[in-house]
């Protein structure tokens, strides 16, 4: 199978269709393979060690935002921050055990995103469709790169947070300047895979277009339409202990999947 030419996305992201069609794309996608569904449900049982943190919370429910990723799951709907001390977290990312996990995650979801970006943007371009290990395999090095620089701030946060004693006002600004930086940059997978380019290219035209006003409201209605689903998620994640957190996670999967699909979409169009 030979991938279709790929295409240069320009400053002047695509402005016929809104974010609301986007996410019809999403739906249309996942309806056509409704099996992208069971890697956002895997990526979120990868993060088993959260259930602790959700089992041992009095919440009822959490309130969220969130920026695209390759495999959005249910923790892109759970808050569960406030439940672990930063000294806590630092312990569990640094010790051996913590360390294996992460660096064995990191390459799982790079694997999981590619894939199922691969297929998703096969659906939603109207192109070839890839199957899923062939698009791991072509697509895994600009998404494990990405994916490796989100954990090494988590890291690095937490390094800090770890030097200056817990101080809160150290971590808030190192959350903000890893959020600006994640806001210009998120689209780079998207752009890697949608458009065949290799990790740097697709970093910068991300962060290019994240000036322009498509980029900007793509962005908000994801952020608004996590907003909106968080609170029903969250509800089945905290109500009934594990099955609930089970629950929730297969609830989460197929929506983390059409968001994924509308974020393939938007992508892929700023060169059309």
């Known amino acids: 199978m030979s991938p279709s030419a790929p295409s240069e996305p320009t400053d002047t992201a695509d402005r016929s269709y809104s974010y609301l069609d986007h996410l019809e794309r999403g739906v249309d996608a996942v309806s056509r393979a409704p099996s992208l569904a069971l890697v956002t449900l895997l990526t979120a049982l990868l993060g088993v060690d959260r259930f602790d943190d959700v089992l041992a919370s009095n919440e009822m429910l959490s309130v969220t935002l969130g920026l695209p990723s390759p495999t959005p799951d249910l923790w892109s709907f759970l808050n569960t921050t406030g439940q672990v001390s930063v000294t806590d977290g630092v312990v569990r990312a640094f010790g051996p055990e913590g360390a294996a996990l992460l660096v064995v995650g990191t390459v799982i979801r790079a694997v999981l995103g590619a894939g199922i970006l691969g297929v998703l943007a096969g659906l939603v371009g109207g192109g070839d469709r890839p199957s899923f290990a062939t698009a791991a395999r072509r697509y895994f090095v600009p998404v494990f790169l990405f994916e490796a620089a ?3 701030w988590a890291l690095l946060l937490a390094l800090l947070a770890l030097a200056s004693g817990g101080s809160v006002g150290l971590v808030l600004v190192g959350i903000l300047v890893g959020l600006a930086v994640l806001y210009v940059a998120y689209g780079t997978p998207f752009i890697a895979v949608t458009h065949d380019y290799g990790f740097r290219r697709a970093l910068d035209r991300s962060v290019s277009l994240s000036t ?6 793509f962005t908000v209605g994801y952020a608004l339409t ?17 099955p609930g957190v089970l629950l929730a996670a297969v609830v ?19 060169a059309e």
Not at 212 to 217: E, N, S
Request: charge should be negative.
């Open 252 to 270: 989460a999967a197929p929506v983390g999947a059409v968001l994924a699909g509308a974020a393939t979409s938007f992508f892929a169009s700023v």
């Open 226 to 242: 996590v907003l909106v689903c968080s609170p029903f998620v969250s509800a089945l994640a905290y109500a009934d202990g594990v």
């Open 212 to 217: 322009t006003g498509p980029y900007v409201g």
């Open 150 to 152: 989100v954990a090494l």
